[in-house]
């Protein structure tokens, strides 16, 4: 049982994925990526001989089911890492999560695998008013319905090491001022390590069904920069902005241009309040501890400062 794919592998959850599982004696570890440029970004990845000859990287549409079931046979078990926040001109949501998964879905049947694991956001709900969570939300049934075992791990914020949100969040606590739209939604940023924790765990124990995991704690937006900035030894002040008028404004970006930086659909899945049991899921699941957001911070700041450290010695 100790062999995988991973679907969308070059992203920061799966190359930390990819690290992880290839660490193991006896794994067989398939990454597969959309593009020969995100195969090349794996081939980069600090790994040891041993690591290496445990892992195999493919370039694969995820809506090709023929491809795909090629690809699957002989491996137990799926993470399907495939899915977007912002839709652009090349890519939208019903591609990249109901037809990406609908293949998925067929291909893993055919091949007979015994687990699939996807990756979805807290709030997602076919019926959603949100185009992206009613999307991810669908993507979702599409698995559940197709007769592998699959489980949902639904999660808010993830704060890794070198990943966007927690640079973000980084620079963000290093200003005096800062502004953002509706500073008391509610967050509860869960950590990258404890994100795949929970994917061995319900691929160990064969679960199948929807959970919603996040951090061990809740606060506002706003408390959550002002914590970050105390992490790093500052202070910061947190200008809250309407949401509706980010709302106008991401409405107005659509508009004018092709390609915008924020989109309605985006903004709203980023303003959604996260406020669940944390405890639940992760018993459910089997973990037998969430990581405090004080060490999340601190673990995910700290590769951030080393390189700007050493630079200005």
Known sequence: MNTWVITGANGNLGKRLIADLTDAEGSKVRAVVRSQSAAEAISELSLSEAQRSRLDVCVCDY????????????????????GILKETSNSNYQDAHEISCE?????????MMAQIV????????AESRNRCLASKGKAEQILISQGVATSVLRVPMVLGERDYASTALYYRAKKSWSLAFRASSLEQPIYAGDVLKAIRAVCRKKLAGSYDLAGPEVLTRRALVQRAAEQLGRSTRVVSLPFWLGAVLAKILEIVMANPPITLAMLGVLDHDDNIDALEASRSIGLDSLTPLSEMLSLVFQVIAEPSTKKEG
Do not use: M, Q, W
């Open 63 to 82: 809506t090709d089911r023929v491809a795909l079931c090629d690809l699957f046979r002989g491996y137990s078990n799926l993470v399907h890492l495939v």
């Open 118 to 125: 996807y990756l979805s956001i807290v709030g997602s709900h």
């Open 103 to 111: 293949a998925v879905a067929a291909a893993s049947k055919e091949a």
